[in-house]
């Protein structure tokens, strides 16, 4: 989110000028959100301890002499409130922190609040002594109802204050509008009269050369092939495309430049998706909406998996070092050059990274230009047609991804070169530039290895189905697969 013009300037349509909007300050605000629930979580654990002491025979004139005198309420003062926020912050309550709604507060605060008293209750309240082996259970009740009123109530004095700031035009999202037809301008015009998003709208992109005809109520921000320039230059967060009838094969164009981290698509249903059951509702003047965000994995899932990674991948080279050190002595004997094989390919939000690999072909193996390689490729050795098969040659690559340039799981990263060509036919490949690539992928393990462009866009239609599915299951099966396939010797 970032200000309008620093001036009120009238509206292309004539209607009444737009408010001035103010920066939001996102590590600010955070840090108000930790601070309340930090406070929060300190008062209910106040509140909890001298219940406890209370039922265990301390009247309530000496519960102050009682919780001064212990020290483990101090200790456990300082270290219960750093849980909490630690733990909120692994279920990403601190992530969108300008989109929270009371609803949005309630549920996310009742998944943390109850998973993280059932944490508590294993850890500090089984292990202590008690008289009677129903003060377990009230115990737990306890530690939940003391901490998870007050820790919704704060948020959403918080939320109330920020929903205010939105529907009051002072704060609001950077919004580019695709299209210029019937429905584009009834929008606008419903935002002109009531914008409780907090919309703060930057200018329109027509999906279709415009012929002569009234103005359109916004300023024009160039054509189609500028929409990934415009989102960097206005840090827009909030995209809605409204394309009329005949426009549709124009989506994976413009989809495949939303690039920008964070950045929600928002696009006008036809009848079709509709009836598809495509379409989900939002706060949005109650028009309806293909919501579209990259972002699929929660933030807890993405903490376990780049934990895992980290782990696997030292286990992984640590078990595999005699395999590594053979192949790498083979890799030598097999022909000369190097035993390692860097190559650059393009990664998370299409940034280049080098990927590492055995060296399976001979050297200066390709001359004019890039090559894929295929089953009875001449350029491959011996022994890397043998690594190749038990894709050991893919294995130095378990330094790119504890480096963090890619995933254990996730698209296959291609060469700029292949890209481009890929592009050309399918626009839509772009949109696996919001997750890392992997060492291995869905499409990898039930397609294949691709030995020219039109089998990359085949494959790419079990690449974009992880897209849309990401999630810890799917990352294991898709490991379980691909064990399958080494040990069974499938690949190329």
């Known amino acids: 989110m970032n200000p309008m013009p620093p001036h009120n300037t009238p509206a292309p349509d004539g209607s009444a000028p737009q408010r001035p909007m103010r920066s939001l300050r996102r590590p600010l605000l955070q840090g108000i959100y930790i601070a309340g629930d930090w406070l929060a979580a300190a008062v209910a654990w106040v509140l909890f301890f ?8 301390v009247a309530f004139d000496r519960l102050d002499d009682a919780l001064l005198q212990d020290p483990t309420f101090f200790r456990s003062l300082l270290l219960i409130p750093l849980f909490w926020c630690l733990w909120h912050s692994l279920f990403g309550y601190y992530h969108h922190i300008y989109r929270k709604t009371y609803t949005l507060d309630l549920s996310q605060s009742l998944k943390a609040c109850f998973s993280g008293t059932l944490l508590l209750f294993f850890l500090i309240i089984l292990d202590d002594y008690i008289a009677r082996y129903t003060d377990y259970y009230i115990y737990g009740v306890a530690l939940f109802a003391t901490y998870f009123p007050l820790c919704l109530l704060t948020r959403w004095g918080l939320t109330r204050h920020i929903r205010r700031q939105l529907r009051r035009g002072r704060i609001g999202f950077n919004t580019l509008i695709v299209g210029d037809g019937p429905a584009a301008r009834h929008f606008v015009a419903q935002l002109r009269r009531k914008n ?3 919309l703060c709208l930057k200018g329109y992109i027509p999906i279709q050369t415009p012929a002569a005809s009234e103005p359109f ?5 160039g054509g189609l092939d500028d929409i990934e320039q415009t989102l960097h230059g206005l840090t827009v967060e909030e995209v809605f495309v409204f394309p009329e009838t005949g426009e549709e094969n124009a989506l994976p164009l413009i989809l495949s430049q939303c690039l920008a981290p964070h950045l929600i698509v928002h696009i006008r249903p036809s009848t079709e998706n509709i009836l598809l059951g495509a379409v989900r509702h939002y706060s949005l003047q109650s028009d309806p909406f293909i919501r579209l965000s990259f972002d699929r994995m929660p933030f807890w ?21 005699p395999l590594l050190v053979y192949a790498a002595c083979r890799v030598r004997r097999s022909s000369p050059g190097p035993v390692l094989y860097k190559q650059e390919r393009l990664g998370l939000h299409g940034k280049p990274f080098d990927i590492y690999k055995f060296r399976s072909m001979y050297v200066n193996a390709e001359t004019d230009r890039p090559l894929l390689a295929s089953d009875h490729d001449a350029r491959i050795t011996p022994w890397g047609r043998i690594m190749r098969k038990y894709r050991i040659d893919e294995l130095p690559q378990l330094y790119n991804v504890l480096k963090g340039d890619m995933a254990l799981v996730g ?5 700029a070169y292949f890209v481009e060509q890929i592009v050309r036919s399918a626009p839509h490949y772009r949109l696996l530039f919001n997750v890392k690539p992997g060492l291995t992928s869905w499409g990898e393990t039930q397609y294949g ?17 992880y897209l849309e599915n990401q999630s810890l299951t799917m990352d294991l099966k898709i490991l379980l697969y691909t064990i399958g396939v080494v ?4 690949g190329q």
């Not at 109520?217 to 921000?221: A, D, K, S, Y």
């Not at 780049?306 to 696997?312: H, M, Q, S, Y």
């Not at 040990?487 to 499938?490: C, D, I, Q, R, V």
Request: proline fraction near 10%.
């Open 196 to 198: 409780p998003d907090g």
């Open 411 to 415: 698209p296959r990263p291609e060469r």
């Open 50 to 57: 001298a219940f406890r002491k209370h039922t265990e025979g």
């Open 449 to 465: 290895y691709a030995e020219n462009v039109p089998e990359m866009i085949e494959r790419l239609a079990y690449d974009m189905v």
């Open 301 to 321: 899932q993405r903490c376990i998996r780049r934990g895992f990674e980290i782990v696997a991948c030292t286990v992984a080279g640590l078990l595999l070092s």
């Open 217 to 221: 109520p916004l300023p024009r921000l």
């Open 487 to 490: 040990f069974k010797g499938e």
